[in-house]
């Protein structure tokens, strides 16, 4: 709690004595629309009453579903992956995905879409060879705090500055393990019929922005591919927002913990093609968090009712996700880390210890036969008996 704690501590006493002595300079409005970027069903961020370009190049007509037509393109079911965010908590994805590859029933994944954390794991989730899964195991459990931002000085933020810490180190290590190497890999499945999708959240227009990655990488344009994926890690307030073409994004999990791709037409789809395909998503984050009593302090008031919201946002996009595989016809397929896992409160802690425990027990449980859960948790909001309606009727 304590990254959390100082960091939010940090936003309350700088709102308090610097009340405005720094004033930014106004910014006009961008009205650019991205070559590469859809609302999540498949519109215009810019002219959301439009298909976007990119799905309108993919689809014979606006009523196209994008999973019919690469089930008609593959000839069988597809593969959909989902990475949540989570912080350091990505290191129990990577375990996953690695102890999964072990058992040898890991598929090749058709799409994959991700968010913060899980942006950064998609590129290597999608490529999935054993060295990919290397890269995956480096970059959550030989990674500390310092290799991912390093904290402003009050005179930093005195002087106006739009956030709290400083992203370079993440930057150096997105341009580590992203090289033009994975970029030609990403284009290449590309011309295979496979997708990588990457969510972000465009502050400017309160929109989510579901970049295909595959694209930027056919394109060849690597500045702009790490650019996305640093964007949509960007925790707001802690780090700075990314701008590109004018408008400014955020960590794509203050708005949206999770992108699927392949929802977008304007009618419901037909029945799949070949027989239900299978939607997994995992969760970087605890199903449940245990109840303790919160100390009075307006730090940790701050950071938990933070945590609260992020686990909010994270359970609508839970049902989102199983509600859009009913419609698909697909199976719904998740996992999250198992209560008893130690990996404290702080998701921007990086700390090795916390790193470790979440890759092993993601590890373990990617090698248990029957890891998945195949209804999301309820948080209370929705009754069983509104479950069974859904399940019933799609």
């Not at 393109?73 to 590859?101: D, E």
């Not at 029933?105 to 994959?112: S, T």
């Not at 990403?186 to 227009?205: C, H, K």
């Not at 994004?249 to 239900?276: C, I, Q, T």
Request: net charge neutral; charged share 20%.
């Amino acid at each position: 709690m304590q990254g959390k704690t100082f960091a939010f501590l940090w936003v309350f006493l700088t709102a308090l004595i610097v009340g405005g002595c720094a004033s930014p300079p106004d910014r006009v409005l961008s009205t650019v629309d991205s070559a590469y970027a859809t609302l999540p069903n498949g519109h215009s961020p810019i002219d959301p009453s439009q298909f976007s370009k990119i799905y309108a190049a993919m689809a014979a007509k606006p009523g196209d579903n994008l999973v019919r037509l690469m089930e008609s393109k593959h000839g069988r079911a597809l593969n959909l992956l989902s990475l949540s965010g989570g912080g350091q908590n990505g290191a129990f994805g990577a375990g996953f995905l690695i102890g999964w590859r072990e058992t040898g029933k890991r598929p090749q994944f058709d799409v994959v879409g991700g968010v913060s954390t899980g942006a950064l794991m998609a590129t290597h989730a999608f490529l999935g060879t054993p060295d990919d899964d290397l890269k995956l195991e480096e970059l959550y459990t030989k990674v500390t705090k310092k290799d991912i931002y390093t904290e402003r000085g009050i005179f930093d933020i005195i002087s106006g500055s739009d956030s709290l810490s400083i992203t370079a180190p993440l930057r150096a290590q997105i341009a580590k393990f992203v090289t033009q190497t994975e970029l030609e890999r990403v284009a290449a499945a590309y011309d295979q019929g496979r997708i990588l999708v990457v969510g972000t959240t465009n502050v400017d227009y309160g929109q989510t922005w579901v970049w295909n990655m595959s694209l930027i990488a056919k394109a060849g344009d690597l500045d702009l591919y790490r650019k996305v994926l640093l964007a949509s890690a960007s925790f707001p307030i802690i780090f700075p927002p990314v701008e590109i073409d004018g408008h400014l994004f955020v960590d794509g999990a203050a708005r949206s913990n999770v992108v699927v791709a392949g929802m977008g037409g304007m009618e419901k789809p037909p029945p799949p093609l070949y027989g239900p395909g299978n939607l997994y998503l995992i969760d970087n984050g605890r199903l449940k968090n245990p109840p303790a009593a919160l100390r009075r302090a307006i730090g940790d008031i701050a950071a938990t009712t933070v945590g609260v919201m992020m686990d909010q946002s994270m359970q609508t996009a839970m049902t989102r996700s199983y509600v859009g595989a009913r419609i698909l016809g697909y199976n719904f397929n998740m996992v999250g880390i198992p209560d008893d896992v130690k990996i404290g409160k702080d998701p921007l802690a990086f700390d090795p210890e916390q790193m470790r425990a979440a890759f092993d027990a993601g590890r373990a449980l990617g090698k248990n036969p029957s890891p998945w859960m195949n209804v999301p948790p309820s948080g209370g909001d929705i009754p069983p008996w509104a479950w069974e309606a859904i399940r019933k009727n799609f």
